[in-house]
């Protein structure tokens, strides 16, 4: 299962919608998610561990995968189990 951290900012405007998707993808998709204001003490560690300069920002399984609203299939292919 896929762990979904999503970094956002209270004025961040683009956030709303990277809120939004992720949520909704949930419903389609089994991953464990959080969000993390990039102010708080944890946010500003993420933010420093994978180099993140901007929000919304999404880390999947430890790596900094999205800055900015991903388009939707491209969120549900990071997503998607790896066969192999």
Request: proline share 7%; charged share 20%.
């Amino acid at each position: 299962m896929a762990n979904v951290t999503l970094l956002v900012s209270s004025t961040c405007s683009a956030c709303p919608s990277a809120k939004q998707l992720w949520k909704q993808l949930r419903v389609k998709y089994s991953f464990s998610y959080r969000e993390i204001d990039i102010s708080s003490p944890d946010g500003q560690e993420l933010a420093e561990r994978h180099s993140v300069r901007a929000v919304p920002a999404t880390i999947i399984n430890g790596r900094l995968t999205f800055v900015g609203v991903p388009p939707r299939q491209s969120a549900e292919k990071a997503l998607a189990p790896k066969t192999g």
